[in-house]
């Protein structure tokens, strides 16, 4: 598949995916933001602008107005990608060959246009109403993190981890924020979103890249005469003792998260070993934790590896009994130096090549994945496409995967465990 760009100016670019594979046009409109002091506000704007705007002036309209355009979908949506936010307004319409009409297109390139730049006001400012339900719906959301127990621990240790550096924040920002955000002030950040930020457009489909911008240029007109430069996520630490951190809640069953340092960058050489170190440490039936903790031990319920490719960070996950910390951290770091040891079967390996290359290959199958892949590649400043991707995880060698998994360090070890003495977090040094 091949991805057009085009730079459009004013910090505005175009990556067109043409392809024949979907009845459908797929569009995203994504927004860099720099995971600042603002990070809470970033997160709220998105859904405040999907309220209404010019022309849709409530819910009900814009679900009218996707009924009519042959049931189209609608969504926005906040990502945290290393330190930083992107703020995500996409839209999916059925192929204008299907349906005899020339102009569904063209009117979704309208629509979003009115979504992100004319949003419905009241006194200078977003609509008050529309502000207050949609920063209980944030509460709510944020809140609900806990109710999954496994991305809850994830978050934690990676906030533990992380305490004095940018992505620690949660990608849908504070409770404590939102007590004291001020309406003026979500105006202006949403301004500065609109008129400063770098803007990525992605369109997937059966689409001609010149009608395309085409129809960008005639709909989206922006007055954007400074575009701030996202920082670089910084991805290298050296941590000279393992922190370890444990939290007491009322729950059944322990979940253990190793934090570690990779120390390489999604653009560096060493990337592709790191995935399948990744893979065959933890990455499905065929790793060495699914075997070795889960089944032959039988001391997890579940226990998978899981990188953070823009922060350069690996995260072990597994679920205990709580009184089984200890042993399966031991049995962990077993699997950890047997790898480093070279001591990798052709089972694990060839196991987790494959695993991979069908993850790869099956995001060319969904357009909301092919944009999240070429998202990747904005941020990294990199043009490898799917195909060449699959072929670098295809050339990795066993010695590559030894090498590259030295240069792994454990950072800090999370544990959520039962509740004796309340809600209590627990910092000791190694």
Avoid at 211 to 232: A, F, G, Y
């Amino acid at each position: 598949m091949n991805v057009e760009t085009i730079d459009i100016g004013k910090g505005v670019r175009l990556f067109v995916l043409p392809t024949e594979k979907f009845k459908t046009v797929t569009m995203s409109f994504c927004f860099h933001r720099d995971l600042d002091n603002d990070y809470t506000y970033n997160a709220l704007i998105p859904a405040v602008l999907r309220r209404g705007c010019e022309g849709f002036v409530t819910l009900m309209d814009i679900q009218r107005h996707m009924e009519n355009l042959y049931g189209a979908l609608f969504d926005v949506g906040v990502q945290k990608k290393g330190e930083r936010q992107i703020l995500r307004f996409s839209m999916e319409v059925v192929n204008d060959d299907y349906v005899g009409n020339r102009g569904l297109l063209a009117q979704s390139f309208y629509f979003m246009n009115r979504i992100i730049n004319r949003p419905v006001l009241q006194e200078g400012g977003f609509v008050k109403d529309y502000i207050e339900q949609e920063k209980e719906n944030l509460r709510n959301r944020i809140r609900s993190l806990i109710n999954d127990k496994i991305q809850y621990s994830l978050e934690r240790c990676a906030q533990e981890m992380c305490k004095e550096e940018k992505y620690s924040r949660y990608v849908f920002g504070s409770e404590e924020d939102l007590n004291v955000l001020d309406h003026d002030r979500l105006y202006e950040v949403y301004k500065d979103v609109v008129g400063t930020s770098p803007l990525d457009i992605f369109v997937v489909g059966d689409v001609a890249p010149e009608k395309v911008k085409l129809l960008l240029e005639q709909s989206l007109p922006m007055d954007r005469s400074r575009v701030k430069t996202i920082p670089k996520t910084p991805y290298k630490k050296l941590q000279a003792k393992v922190k370890e951190v444990t939290e007491e809640m009322d729950v059944n069953q322990g979940k253990l998260v190793i934090g570690f340092r990779t120390n390489v960058a999604a653009r560096d050489k060493e990337f592709f070993p790191l995935l399948v170190y990744s893979s065959i440490l933890g990455g499905g039936p065929h790793s060495k934790l699914f075997i070795n903790v889960r089944e032959k031990a039988s001391l997890a319920y579940y226990a998978f590896a899981r990188l953070e490719k823009f922060k350069g960070l690996m995260f072990v996950s597994a679920g205990i009994d709580v009184d089984k910390r200890q042993q399966t951290l031991d049995i962990i770091m077993e699997q950890i130096d047997a790898i480093a040891k070279g001591e990798i079967s052709q089972h694990e390996y060839e196991g987790a090549l494959n695993s991979l290359v069908t993850s790869i290959t099956g995001t060319a199958d969904q357009p909301s994945q092919l944009i999240d892949y070429y998202l990747g590649n904005s941020i990294l400043e990199s043009n490898i496409t799917l195909e060449e991707f699959v072929e670098n995880i295809k050339n990795v060698s066993i010695d590559q995967v030894v090498e590259v998994s030295r240069m792994v360090i454990m950072d800090t070890v999370y544990f959520l465990t039962n509740k004796r003495k309340g809600c209590i977090v627990h910092e000791t040094n190694n």
